[in-house]
């Protein structure tokens, strides 16, 4: 079960990047504590978490601002996570142990009857769960924790692209990919099947990001 402080973060983090909290938005902490019906103390975790993916800045008068990422520092925080995710499933496919390997498959398997009933915030919970198992399956926790790190400042966006149609399908379809390469130690497959699946989770980030400026725009 998430926390009371996730909950707020992931309420807020979808606010923002739909477009219904606009940059300079000032985060009212009691205000947020009454809407959630909670104290201050889960709301300035929620807005401290949030802090880490570079949606909201602290003022020099502790104030919690909205300051959405540009275009451009996203494309360059999207392409150093491909990097990392591309290097994970590689050194995966080659450390995985066999009880990993099982046990990935079975998450993986798992996950396509979320995608048969649409259930997309599951999905998104698990598609994290997914990509944490090939970060652990490396063997090194350096690299585990610099991805999962880099990770958390795209988590917004990288569940927001599932809003996009048809996205919960082809998701699972390049996650496939991913699966059958690791679980034939095929290296070299992995790590193009994991370059592929960033890209295209950039791209489907973009169409929303695109359409939900268009609806703005009206």
């Known amino acids: 079960m998430p926390t009371n402080a996730e909950i707020i973060r992931d309420e ?18 009691t205000r947020l504590a009454a809407e959630f019906n909670v104290s201050r103390t889960p709301v300035r975790e929620a807005l401290r978490k949030l802090g880490v993916t570079g949606l909201v800045v602290q003022s020099s008068h ?15 925080i999207f392409f150093v996570m491909a990097q990392l995710e591309t290097m994970c499933a590689g050194q995966s496919a080659l450390q995985m142990s066999v009880k ?10 798992e ?23 090939i970060y652990e399956g490396t063997g090194n ?11 958390l400042r ?18 699972h379809a390049e996650h496939s990919a991913v699966v059958e390469a690791i679980i034939r130690a095929d290296r070299d497959t992995a790590e193009r099947a ?12 973009k ?3 695109n359409r939900i400026q268009e609806e703005l725009a009206i």
Request: charged share 25%; aromatic share 10%.
């Open 12 to 29: 807020v983090a979808r606010r923002i990047v739909s477009g219904d909290l606009e940059p300079g938005t000032v985060l009212d902490e």
């Open 62 to 76: 502790r104030r919690t601002i909205v300051a959405k990422p540009d275009d451009q520092e996203l494309a360059n």
């Open 100 to 109: 990993q390997r099982r046990d990935f498959q079975i998450l993986h398997d």
């Open 111 to 133: 996950m396509a009857s979320l995608v048969r009933c649409g259930a997309g915030e599951d999905y998104a919970l698990a598609n994290e769960a997914f990509h944490s198992a």
């Open 141 to 151: 926790a350096y690299l585990a924790e610099l991805t999962f790190n880099t990770r």
């Open 154 to 171: 795209l988590q917004p966006f990288r569940r927001a692209q599932f809003a996009t149609p048809g996205r919960l399908a082809a998701s």
């Open 194 to 205: 994991m370059q592929a699946h960033i890209g295209y989770v950039e791209g489907a980030w």
């Open 207 to 209: 169409r929303f990001s």
